[in-house]
């Protein structure tokens, strides 16, 4: 079965909708868990890594120089912020108990921006937002994800998971099949990816830009022909925790670099 | 704000050949592309870009659709002199972006 | 291999001279398709004057998993003397919608004619770079990545 399933891979589970029996994985162990960086090519992990090349940090520097900039009678994100935001990314999505609802870092990054700067929200994926999200991640660079799933924020973490595991589209695939059962195995010329988020924002080639973990997802739906959510979908969110719970102790790579 | 990043050696000995970087955020949308609705988007590229080594022109490049989005370029030059290195891209449409950065050269 | 005098050759004669249309199919047909482009943007820019391979070596990855953005170094041996140096680099490829990618001007002040960047590239090829000396010459070097195509294709 084994023999069959590797040989078969990824036809058997998307041509009809055929239960996969014996997965390879049902869940990724604490010591198997490893990032998205790993399944680069040496020139892409190169790109990651160079603190100059990686033109994430394209954004970066502009996050850094919006989160410092004060306007007309707003203080700044950094007027508040002094010593920095090390480590927090590493915590985020988190369940905000003031709202009752699970915030990722875009959310907590628009929510100051309303209640603490009387100013609108950014909308997802607009480039200001991308950038103070990426600057915020960055300076988590390296330190170990460790999301809070207990108390209310267990409802969002079964949430997630629920979505994650789910078949969707009209390739009938969840991303569990993918991601949880099948990583390492080849796909066309990529090899398939354990699907953590712990790079993101991330810049993607294929994108040519820095984009959100929700576009991802978006694009991850799009891919087995689902119908993508709308972007800041609570579901998305949820998905988020799920996916940061899922690769704990990964360390941050914002800016990574992705196919 | 087309965000722009410069590598340059702050000092180097006069005769030495040094290693200059320059990256700028751009889509160099090449033209051959379509939107989700099936319509052409029309090219926009970074045509051209020039290096000024107190204010002689040390290097340049002629940029197509299909240098990369994002546009990074590594090149040399010999420090001559102490003062300014400037690097301007400049687009199809003559808009220009400039940044220049000092070198001490001992 | 792209610099010696068959380069001259069009697709239709190098089928007609092969003489066998499955030997051509394990071949990457469309690395000749674009191979006439090619050689008129480079006539374009130097004339006919003759091309010289060697000199010029071009550094790419020999797998690349995106075609939006591959790393490229070209090299060229000079002295970048100022009276012996590297005038200009054309980087030319034979797949892509455009043949020409980029031209780099040098100067004796370059001290080394060494330039990197990142190009796109519409599939498996040669990419072809041309160096032009100060007295006229000009030597040529290729490099053949393969680009592979991504799992999940979202249009």
């Known amino acids: 079965m084994r023999i069959f399933s590797a040989a078969v891979g990824f036809m058997a589970i998307s041509a009809c909708g055929a239960p996969s029996e014996e997965p390879e994985h049902q869940s990724l162990t604490t010591g198997e868990i490893v990032s998205g960086y790993a399944f680069l090519t040496p020139e892409t992990q190169a790109l990651q890594d160079d603190p100059f090349e990686n033109p994430g940090y394209l954004w970066v520097d502009r996050g850094e120089t919006l989160f410092q900039s004060a306007s007309e009678g707003i203080p700044s994100c950094g007027s508040c912020h002094e010593a920095g935001l090390s480590g927090v990314a590493t915590r985020y999505p988190a369940y905000d108990d003031a709202r009752s609802e699970l915030m990722n870092l875009e959310g907590r990054i628009n929510t100051c921006r309303t209640e603490h700067q009387g100013m609108e929200e950014l909308a997802y994926e607009s480039e200001d937002l991308l950038s103070l999200t990426a600057y915020v991640a960055n300076q988590s660079r390296e330190q170990p994800i460790t999301v809070d799933t207990s108390g209310p924020a267990g409802i969002f973490y079964a949430k997630g998971r629920a979505y994650f595991e789910t078949r969707r589209g009209q390739f009938n695939l969840s991303c569990q099949q993918c991601h949880t059962e099948t990583w390492g195995k080849q796909l066309r010329g990529d090899t398939i990816s354990q699907g953590h988020g712990n790079g993101f924002p991330a810049y993607r080639l294929e994108w040519q830009s820095l984009g959100s973990l929700q576009r991802r997802l978006r694009d991850c739906d799009t891919g087995v022909r689902a119908e993508p959510l709308p972007y800041g979908d609570p579901t998305y969110v949820a998905v988020e925790l799920y996916l940061a719970a899922r690769a704990e102790g990964l360390p941050v790579e914002t800016p990574a670099v992705r196919r | 704000m087309a965000g722009i990043r410069l590598a340059v050696p702050d000092t180097a000995q006069k005769g030495e050949t040094i290693e200059l970087k320059a990256l700028i955020q751009h889509d160099m949308e090449s033209g051959f592309r379509r939107g989700s609705r099936g319509e052409a988007i029309p090219r926009d590229i970074i045509t051209m870009f020039e290096c000024m080594y107190n204010g002689e022109l040390v290097f340049a490049a002629e940029f197509h659709p299909a240098i990369a989005a994002n546009p990074i370029l590594t090149f040399y030059t010999i420090a001559t002199e102490s003062g300014d290195l400037t690097f301007t891209w400049t687009d199809q449409n003559g808009e220009v972006w400039s940044d220049s950065t000092s070198i001490v050269v001992t | ?155």
């Open chain 3, 1 to 155: 291999m792209m610099d010696s005098a068959d380069i001259n050759l069009d697709r239709r004669r190098f089928i007609a001279a092969s003489g066998c249309g499955v030997l051509i199919t394990a071949l990457p047909m469309t690395a000749f398709a674009g191979e006439d482009d090619l050689i008129r943007a480079r006539t374009e820019l130097f004339g006919d004057r003759p091309i010289t391979p060697g000199r010029v070596v071009l550094k790419l990855p020999p797998i690349a998993e995106n075609g939006h953005s591959v790393p490229l170094t070209v090299s060229v041996e000079s002295p970048m003397s100022s009276d012996d140096y590297v005038k200009q680099i054309a980087i030319l490829s034979p797949r892509n919608p455009l043949p020409l990618i980029g031209q780099f001007h040098l100067t004796p002040r370059s001290g080394k004619a060494i330039v990197s960047t990142r190009i796109r590239m519409s599939g498996t090829q040669a990419i072809q770079a041309v160096a032009e000396m100060n007295d006229g010459s000009l030597w040529s070097g290729s490099m053949e990545t393969v680009v592979t195509l991504a799992a999940c294709v979202v249009l």
